[in-house]
């Protein structure tokens, strides 16, 4: 039969309000983590990377957080932009080159 | 630099035909991962390749297979497609620092197994 798709988080923000995006991960042995932001049509495109000794780490707008005791992070976008419309995923690699990618977030910023 | 590269960009195939799909990574990143990504499933880890052995491998029968060149370009192939192997594949290069792996990906090749 049919596949029933994954029904994403969505995310609605107005344009130039800050955007959070939370993702829960499974292995409390991973050590390092990415955002990944993928529009439409494209593959995913890196965002912001964090590993396990640190709790934050800030980019160009965009700020990740890790809580490692309740195996969770968080993704925020200051002064989000129609731009920043996408889906969101952050993975978790567990070893290698081998990520594990969470099921993602759509994000839509209404102008 | 230019970035990851996929060809072909979409493949139509029929039921019961094999394929193969191609990545050219980033200059000097020498492992190379394969990811599945559809609606059902999200993106799912096929393998990785680092000096043309495979190193890692995720969950996926044996028609999904993957070789390295020399180069470290890569190659995917499924055979006996079966209609639920429709998906994005996507690519991914990586450039290992400190032993963790920045993963960058290609477009991806949308195939439609009919």
């Known amino acids: 039969g049919e596949s029933v798709g994954l029904h994403l988080p969505t995310l609605s923000v107005q344009e130039g309000d800050n955007s959070i995006i939370n993702c829960a991960y499974s292995n409390s042995a991973s050590d390092y983590f990415i955002w990944y932001k993928q529009e439409s049509g494209k593959g995913p495109q890196f965002i912001i990377d964090i590993r396990s000794n640190m709790d934050k780490r800030q980019g160009q707008r965009v700020t990740v957080l890790l809580n490692k005791t309740v195996k969770h992070l968080s993704l925020q976008i200051a002064a989000t932009q129609p731009g920043d419309s996408a889906v969101y995923f952050c993975?978790?690699?567990?070893?290698?080159?081998?990520?594990?990618f969470g099921q993602g977030t759509e994000l839509s910023v209404k102008p | 630099k230019a970035g990851v590269t996929q060809t072909p960009r979409y493949l139509i195939k029929t039921r019961g035909q094999q394929v193969t799909l191609s990545c050219s990574p980033i200059s000097g990143h020498r492992s190379v991962s394969w990811y599945q990504q559809t609606p059902g499933q999200g993106l799912q880890f096929l393998f990785e390749y680092f000096s043309e052995t495979q190193r890692n491998k995720g969950n996926f029968p044996g028609r999904f297979s993957g070789r390295q060149f020399s180069n470290s370009r890569s190659e995917m192939n499924v055979s006996t497609l079966e209609l639920g192997d429709s998906a994005l594949y996507l690519c991914?290069?990586?450039?290992?620092?400190?032993?963790?792996?920045?993963?960058?990906f290609g477009p991806g090749t949308r195939l439609t197994v009919t």
């Open positions: 993975a978790e690699n567990q070893f290698r080159g081998k990520l594990i």
């Open positions: 991914a290069s990586s450039l290992e620092m400190d032993g963790h792996y920045e993963q960058y």
